[in-house]
Every structure is written in structure tokens, then in C-alpha cells.
């Protein structure tokens, strides 16, 4: 899968390679993605435990490259290098109910400038231009105040309890879900992300 553009990212697919530099470190990663990694990566909720997942998901489903873990990189500015400032993308394939679901996290020092909001615009575009994803879901946590207004502003609606296998045992997980009709009603009238 090529790599997705927006106006001021590129959102860069986690190959094998990628995942396995990044578990060596911060440099090697830079390296492999020619772009600044900062010294607050990785971001809450990206671990390597998280790392290791997506590294062992992507070798098992060399055939799903694009449903997968992005690297959201800023395009570079001025002469700056690229930067390094998020990770997200698709845990997997669109299932039979044609529903997949999308994750994010930026570095603190890089939140509310609106990359992940523009991050999920260009894979929305993507998802939403295959027939077989009729619909995006994003699970977050009730104190993750911030993830949530993300959701909502790029066009998500609370659709009750969530599951997340990944999230702590004792927390309680929402669910947000964007339908391909509403996402294609806000671009038509101007209101998308």
C-alpha cells in the first residue's frame, strides 16, 4: 500500500521492517522512516507490547497491507526534517459486518494541532473507497477526554459499550462509530474533517 497524503501528513503503512527497528530503538526507527523521532516517542498507549502485536499481525497478514499500523508523519517544514508525531491506522481487515475499527496516539507535545483528526480524515478516505467498509469504529476509555472529542470532531457518534481486549481490566470502554453515509453526507456538505 502506498503511503496516504494529507495536507500536512504522510500516513506512512508499518511494514515488518519498520516494527522490528523500533523495537531496537528510537534512531534505527528514524532511520527506516528518513524523519525526526522525538524524544518523547512512543506516545500513551503505544507500547511495545503494542509494537510487538502489530509487528506479529502484519507478518501474519502480509496480504491486508493498508489495514493496518501507520506511522503519521509531519511533512517537513521549512528545511526541518520530517517529524515522527503519531502512530495509528486499522486493527485489521473489514469483518463480515463491514465495520473496522481505527486507533491513534500523537506525542503530548504534538496534541491538539489537529494531526490526529487529519490522520483519521485520510484513512477514512481510504477505508471509506473500498465497498467493503461500511462503517469505522473507535474505542476509547470515558477519561480520555481528549480521544473522545477527536472521535466527535471527525464525525463520530457514541454507540454505546465498547470492547477492547487491550484495555485495562477494571476500565470500562465506549464505543464510537462513523457510517460511510454519514461520512459521504459531511464531505458533501463541506462539514468533514
Not at 503511503?3 to 506512512?12: D, F, G, I
Not at 502512530?87 to 469483518?95: H, L, S, Y
Amino acid at each position: 500500500m502506498p503511503t496516504l497524503q494529507t495536507s500536512r501528513l504522510a500516513l506512512v503503512p508499518a511494514t515488518a521492517t519498520h516494527l522490528q527497528v523500533e523495537l531496537a530503538s528510537r534512531a534505527a526507527l528514524g532511520a527506516a522512516l528518513n524523519a525526526e523521532v522525538p524524544a518523547s516517542w512512543p506516545p500513551e498507549h503505544y507500547d511495545e507490547e503494542a509494537v510487538r502485536y502489530f509487528l506479529s499481525w502484519v507478518l501474519d497478514h502480509p496480504e491486508q497491507a493498508g489495514w493496518g499500523p501507520h506511522y503519521v508523519v509531519r511533512r517537513p517544514i521549512a528545511l526541518e526534517m520530517p517529524l515522527l508525531v503519531g502512530a495509528g491506522g486499522f486493527k485489521g481487515a473489514p469483518d463480515e459486518a463491514e465495520s473496522i475499527e481505527v486507533g491513534y496516539a500523537v506525542v503530548p507535545e504534538h496534541q491538539r494541532r489537529g494531526y490526529a483528526t487529519e490522520a483519521l480524515r485520510g484513512w477514512f478516505e481510504w477505508a471509506f473507497a473500498s465497498p467493503v467498509v461500511r462503517t469505522i469504529v473507535g474505542h476509547t476509555l470515558p477519561h480520555l477526554t481528549v480521544s473522545i472529542r477527536v472521535l466527535e470532531k471527525a464525525g463520530f457518534r457514541h454507540a454505546g459499550e465498547g470492547n477492547d481486549p487491550h484495555a485495562p481490566a477494571e476500565e470500562r470502554v465506549i464505543r464510537y462509530e462513523l457510517s460511510r453515509d454519514t461520512f459521504v453526507s459531511r464531505v458533501a456538505t463541506g462539514s468533514a474533517t
